[in-house]
């Protein structure tokens, strides 16, 4: 036998209880010891839920737990939503719990039958010493793992707080379904997560944010209090039952990352590497299959090094995905209440979907009754997917919610679009969106971004964009064309963008202007010029004289640019402005002169036409933007008359951290809309129909922006209508086009399929 001998394991949860079961069976010669500072039966959660996908590696790994484990199971298949009155039940969506206690039971049998050294109450020795003495040492000491605190510089942990408190009880009597239910309190919203895990007893935990927990008074030194006001704050999800406790005290969720989880023969599993949100029911299973993956490394790989690195690329993506689900759902209920007026239906449907990974897709193949009334509730005619549904701003009604969004080309000569923008704005509005978006069109050459950026600064300009209108009204009927008007401000004067992105120009350089005098980039791009009074009025006159030849050229819809870092996004920035004058400062301050040239855009541009404005949500950088700030930069540009705000975010200072996933700026357009009750266009990662779907039913967003999905497939609306089945008004197929509507044939799939089976 090969692989370590000698194996100490720090923590007794099921993580590194399962761990050192399968290690033994693996190596019955190997010496396991495991250290818990508990008894055996001190256990502070009450259930624990299990997926199929965890089961089935627990089958491959170990029939014997996994038939101890089958023998215990609760299942169900409903979850139940309780808001305001009103029950809305989703069906098929298959869950499996167990009590933590019965569960810890199971696996201590499992590694006392196999001779893992199992030493309960007792602290274990610090994880460098075991580490001299022992082959591998498997630290599962958890969310306050005292081996990753001592290796701090080599783990390089990240811990967040979060804005909720939390706690874990139980109820003694077996709900039906999980439940969740929310409160409207006087002290705020409340909510409650609640499972069966056994035919007697459910978990209960109460959730709030921190806020509403010190307005309600729970934050006193003993709980006992606050949990009897917890029952009887939910008394009917309860049946007036009492709530009980196990030394449960009210928590504040910490979300865990490592950028390393070994160190030397040191390894983290569990909670000690990473922590998911109990909203997602993640906490065990991923403990578990970081056991499954850790042990099937060490068998297979030929050295330790070479096992642990396999199990963190093994585990690594999985864990991450796992997290920024979880991280969509935490913050979901963190802003709880700005869902609470949704309708019973859509608030129901925006809780199944809040992690992404429940979409429209696949939550009506599992209850498509549910389903079905969720889409008759916010509009959907018979067959007809949201994002065919039809959208009004002022006096233009789209017909679809998809936007091709803009996007750069860098083609332009001396600011006059060419061929090349007829074809390619041309080919996204025969492909069916219902908005086509210009890239930034700059309203001065010193705006410029490039010296391939459009302008509409110039009569010859305008006159060509009016080319790009007429053949989009024409050959296009019913597909709107929009512009985004725009000023580079620090990050003007630059390469192409695959000559070097943000690199200034080898020659021909302009100035540019700012806010204030800070290049984009020290030591490499220019340092701009702070706008004076002149300059500020010469800046907002551009924008308006660029409004006009706008209308002339017949767009539909006028998009403001105040996103990415560029002139107005400079003003609205704490990172950006660092004035001193009536334009820097707060940010109400801050608002100031971006406003002055949506006021002055707003005036050139036709009153029956609706203006959008884009903002960058967030800076992604300390100190910068937050999304606290980009409501109150919403709520200005909508109290100016802003018709829908489109949200992107960063793209602000070069030192940003992104945290880049699926859809993963949506949350901050929801926060936006929710808040403000303001149509918005969500960006960001939005590659789907479903993800399109989902977002509108779920009241996050009121239309979807895609950019490299219509690099990629110009048609790619028309072809979502295809693949749904949907062949109605939403979509239309250009008469020249419509012989290509239907999926070509790919090859033959109806072969005979064998009968016999010869060995």
Not at 37 to 46: E, I, Y
Not at 608 to 626: F, K, L, N, Y
């Amino acid at each position: 036998m090969t692989g370590p001998q000698r194996i100490a394991v720090i923590g007794g949860g099921p993580g590194g209880l399962y761990a050192a079961a399968l290690l033994k069976r693996l190596g019955p010669d190997r010496a396991i010891t495991l250290w818990e500072r508990n008894a055996p039966d001190d256990t502070f959660g009450f259930g624990v839920v299990l997926s199929d996908e965890t089961l089935g590696g627990i089958e491959h790994a170990d029939p014997v737990v996994h038939r101890a484990l089958q023998r215990e199971f609760v299942r169900w298949d409903d979850i139940d939503i309780v808001h305001r009155g009103h029950t809305q039940t989703s069906g098929g969506h298959g869950f499996a719990a167990l009590g933590r206690r019965r569960l810890l039971e199971i696996l201590h049998e499992r590694c006392a039958g196999l001779g893992v050294d199992l030493r309960f109450r007792t602290q274990a020795p610090p994880a460098a010493e075991l580490a001299a003495t022992h082959d591998l040492v498997i630290a599962a000491d958890g969310v306050h793992s005292a081996t990753r605190d001592a290796h701090e510089d080599s783990f390089r942990p990240r811990i967040t707080g979060h804005r909720c408190r939390y706690i874990w009880l139980a109820a003694d009597f077996a709900l039906d379904a999980f439940r969740f239910e929310i409160a409207e309190t006087a002290y705020g919203v409340m909510q409650l997560h609640a499972y069966p895990f056994s035919q007697h007893a459910s978990t209960v935990i109460v959730e709030m944010r921190e806020e509403v927990w010190r307005a309600a008074g729970f934050d006193v030194p003993d709980p006992a209090e606050s949990v009897g006001q917890c029952a009887k704050i939910f008394a009917n999800a309860l049946g007036h039952r009492p709530l009980r406790s196990n030394n449960s005290a009210w928590l504040t969720f910490r979300t865990v990352v490592n950028d390393h989880w070994s160190h030397g023969n040191t390894v983290l599993i569990g909670d000690a590497a990473h922590t998911a949100h109990f909203s997602i029911g993640s906490g065990t299973k991923l403990a578990v299959e970081d056991a499954l993956a850790l042990a099937a490394c060490v068998e297979e790989q030929p050295s330790l090094p070479a096992a642990l690195a396999a199990y963190e690329s093994e585990r690594r993506p999985v864990v991450e995905s796992t997290q920024r689900a979880a991280a969509a759902s935490l913050r979901w209920f963190e802003e709880l209440g700005t869902y609470v007026d949704q309708p019973p239906r859509q608030f129901a449907f925006n809780l199944l979907t809040r992690s992404r990974r429940v979409t429209h897709d696949n939550l009506r193949l599992r209850d498509q009754a549910f389903t079905a009334g969720v889409e008759e509730e916010f509009g959907c005619s018979p067959g007809t997917p949201p994002m065919f549904t039809p959208l009004r701003l002022r006096g233009l009604e789209l017909r679809n919610r998809v936007v091709v969004s803009p996007m750069d080309m860098y083609s332009a000569t001396d600011g006059v679009p060419g061929d090349f923008h007829l074809v390619h704005l041309g080919a996204r509005a025969l492909g069916g969106a219902g908005l086509v978006m210009t890239e930034m069109v700059c309203v001065s050459p010193e705006g410029r971004i490039t010296p391939g950026c459009t302008g509409l600064y110039t009569d010859e300009q305008a006159a060509a964009w009016n080319r790009v209108t007429d053949f989009v009204h024409t050959a296009s009927p019913g597909t709107a064309v929009g512009v985004q008007l725009g000023h580079s401000g620090r990050k003007g004067s630059t390469r192409l963008m695959w000559e070097g992105i943000d690199q200034p120009l080898d020659h021909g350089n302009w100035p540019v202007t700012a806010a204030s005098p800070l290049p984009y980039a020290p030591g490499v791009s220019q340092v701009p010029h702070a706008l004076d009074r002149a300059g500020l009025d010469e800046v907002r006159e551009q924008f308006a004289a660029a409004a006009r030849r706008a209308d002339a050229c017949g767009f539909d819809l006028l998009e403001l640019h105040c996103a990415h870092g560029y002139l107005l996004s400079g003003f609205l920035s704490p990172l950006t402005n660092l004035r001193t004058d009536a334009y820097g400062g707060p940010l109400a301050h801050r608002l100031r002169f971006p406003l002055e040239v949506f006021d002055a855009v707003r005036e050139r541009w036709p009153d029956d036409r609706p203006m959008t404005v884009r903002i960058s949500a967030t800076d992604w950088a300390e100190g910068g933007t937050t999304a606290e700030d980009a409501v109150e930069i919403a709520r200005a540009f909508v109290a100016h008359g802003a018709d829908a705000i489109d949200v992107s975010t960063g793209q602000v200072v070069p030192g940003e951290r992104p945290e880049y996933g699926r859809s993963y700026q949506t949350p901050y357009a929801d926060r936006i809309r929710n808040t403000l009750c303001v149509p918005v266009i969500a960006v960001g990662a939005i590659s789907s129909w479903d993800d399109v779907n989902s977002l509108l039913l779920a009241g996050r967003a009121d239309l979807c922006a895609l950019a490299r999905p219509h690099l990629y497939d110009p048609h790619w609306t028309l072809h979502a209508a295809a693949e749904q089945g949907y062949t109605g008004p939403g979509a239309p197929w250009p008469l020249p086009y419509r012989a290509g509507s239907r999926t070509p044939p790919t090859g033959r799939t109806d072969a005979p399929k064998p009968r016999l089976s010869l060995g």
